[in-house]
């Protein structure tokens, strides 16, 4: 796409907001305003959407707010570059830039090869852009290493359900069915800020007379809503898991005919489960023995029950066992493939859930195709006319990835887009120096994030409202963002430098830069596969408020609910996970006395790059903090706002203090959206999980000190 110069267009345009999973549809208003000068960029309006069924209208702060970032101020308007290591970033000319970054892609894949040559992608980049970055990783620079920040985000669910159900979709049902549900055990998740809209799900839920039970180690804003809330200790979800099925069994509540009839592996989890009698969780979890008995007996007792969990269970090196452990309770008691019940994982960046489907994950082909599979392999091959044989294998994950950057072996030449690891990656201090080790590092981003100051090249690339594209929200529902204005002048899409890059590097056909045709050919390679997008187009999308996958042909009608009739198993059957309880990767010692926690607030989203540019949710949210219990403050002495220093085996952050007892004494609260010295990941323990790759960002040891004693000391 060549921009135009900025011109008012329609007055009205429908669209999603360009952050969480939850992808909310607004409606953009657009066009000169009385008093505007010509040629001045039209203003932006966030106008209500009442009729997109996901979020009825209703948006948080960051969507109303989101057309501050088209703002030419806060982003980064033409390319950067750097002329030697150490030298000052550089404005510099579009064909300066791309012929730096051919170069330096191709000279490091000649000296040292391919998979000297890394990407690394995001969740919350569009499917159109997840497929072509993957298809330029495999096609262009024959390079395995590939991967992303949604391996941060969400892949323990995944691959807990995969490993049950045979196939992964955040959400199975539409969101529409949680009220409907009798009793919901929300898991490690705080939609009351990371997503408000969907709160209404829940406060259906109640007012429809169903249970709503929230386990988490903070009581946040959505506990409070709760009917229960099992305040756990950091890391113990797959022990109260086990201690729940244990309880359940107990009491006579498994349903023995679902379980004969559509599952399989039952006798070994519950071998598991009778492991973990009610006294020993509560000494695991913290949680006491008669909480834990409600809460089976709730679950246990409704007609209908789900499961959703969060990044609270997920981000831990046990965190696709934890996932499997919830999946096991919802199998034993009938819940899963009905109506009204089952297990979700509420995901969590804007195409979170499509961003792994179409090929930017290390081990992944288009349409959930795994890249082992030789059949998918020639499928995929087939449609982007190679040789099947010449397709890279599977290749690191995203933080063996960056802690290999710049060493004998690694990548030494990476491409990112779409990502902040400066600030988001777990260990933060020691990736930003793998970062700095790289012989070239080039960010393509709409604003100069922290990672972006580490580059040799920077490219900046249009957003959300500036052109058309997909995203697939938690519900595996697609839906279509839509241009509502041009982006401004020195700035391109993704798409477009893909394709010009590819054609640098002797690949000269292949890469489409309109968003309809990259969908039209992610179709064909999905086709067949399990995230089979074959029959979803821009305009059905447009027609029928988004298209669940899987939807094989174009009369086809989408899939809302998966497993009614079978699991996607070789059997049909669901899989109970073999699990028991094991200790985090780093638990409390004496020299790190408490355990650290991270999360997100209402008025930040993700690394900050964006939203600390907003300058209404900077006065929401101005900066990290530390929250710790007043008998923990009392005993350390330190005073609400004081600045205190938490540390941990990896780094140091300092922050204020934020007294609370919605806090647990043994336990500290801080955000992740900040860079500097508040940085919650320079903390945090890059210890992964066996399974799915993801970093124990959830619990880390630390100890506390009163800032000002430990610099006096
Ligand atoms: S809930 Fe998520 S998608 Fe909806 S407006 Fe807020 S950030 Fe945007």
Known sequence: ?????????????????????????????????????????????????????????????????ATALLDRAARLTGPLLRDRPGAPLRSASWPEALDRVAAGLAGTRAEHGPDAVGVFGGGGLTNEKAYLLGKFARVVLGTANIDYNGRF????????????????????????????????????????????????????????????????PR????????????????????????????????????????????????????ESAMAHWPDRVERITGVPAHRLREAARLFGEARTGMVLTARGPEQQSKGTDTVGAWINLCLATGNAGRPY?????????????????????????????????????????????????????????????????????????????????????????????????????????????ETARLADVVLPVTQWAEEDGTTTNLEGRVILRRRALDPPEGVRSELWLLRELAARLGVPEGFPVEPEQAFDELRRASAGGDADYAGISYRRIAAEDGVFWPCPAPDHPGTPRLFLDRFATPDGRARFADVTHRPAGEEPCAQYPLYLTTGRVLAQYQSGAQTR???????????????????????????????????????????????????????????FHWAGA????????????PVSRMPEFKLCAVRVDRATTEAAG
């Not at 113990?236 to 349903?255: C, E, F, K, M, P």
Request: hydrophobic fraction near 40%.
């Open 341 to 449: 019940s089952g297990y979700g994982c509420l995901t969590g960046q804007g195409n979170g859930q499509g961003g792994r489907e179409h090929g930017q994950k290390a081990d992944q082909l288009p349409g959930y195709r795994s890249i082992e599979d030789p059949a998918a392999r020639a499928h995929v091959a087939a449609v982007w006319g190679v040789d099947p044989a010449g397709l890279p294998g599977p290749g690191r994950s995203a933080y063996e990835l960056l802690d290999g950057l710049g060493r004998p072996g690694g990548v030494r030449a990476l491409l990112l887009a779409g990502s902040n690891p400066a600030v988001s990656a777990p260990n933060a201090g020691h990736v930003t120096e793998r970062l700095r080790a790289l012989d070239l590092l080039v960010v393509a981003d709409v604003v100069l994030s």
């Open 1 to 65: 796409m060549t921009p135009t110069s900025p011109a008012a267009t329609t007055a009205a345009t429908d669209t999603h907001c360009p952050y969480c999973s939850l992808q909310c549809g607004m409606r953009l208003s657009t066009g000169a305003a009385p008093g505007t000068a010509p040629g001045a960029v039209p203003p932006v309006e966030v106008l209500e959407r009442p009729d997109f069924p996901v979020n009825r209208g209703a948006l948080c702060g960051k969507g109303r707010s």
């Open 219 to 270: 009581r946040t804003r959505t506990a409070e809503l709760a009917d229960l809330h099992l305040r756990v200790r950091p890391g113990g979800d797959l022990a109260l898991a086990l201690g729940l099925l244990h309880l359940v069994i107990a009491d006579g509540l498994v349903d023995r005919a679902f379980v004969d009839r559509r599952t399989t592996g039952f006798e070994r989890a519950r």
């Open 678 to 689: 508040g940085r919650a990941n320079s903390l945090t323990n890059p210890a992964l999980d």
């Open 613 to 671: 540019r907003v300058a209404e949710l900077n006065a929401a949210a101005p900066g990290p903090f530390v929250e710790l219990h007043p008998r923990l403050a009392e005993r350390l002495g330190i005073a609400d706002g004081e600045p205190v220093a938490v540390t941990s085996r990896r780094g140091r952050a300092v922050a204020p203090a934020r007294i609370t007892d919605a806090i647990r004494p043994d336990t500290v609260f801080m955000p």
């Open 153 to 216: 985000c969400m892949s323990s669910a995944a691959a807990a359900h995969r490993r049950a159900f045979g196939l992964d979709r955040g959400l199975p049902f539409p969101l529409e069915d949680i009220p409907r549900t009798g009793c919901l055990i929300l898991v490690g998740g705080n939609p009351a800020e990371t997503m408000p809209p969907a709160v209404r799900y829940l406060r259906e839920l109640r007012e429809n007379g169903g249970t709503l039970i929230v386990v988490d």
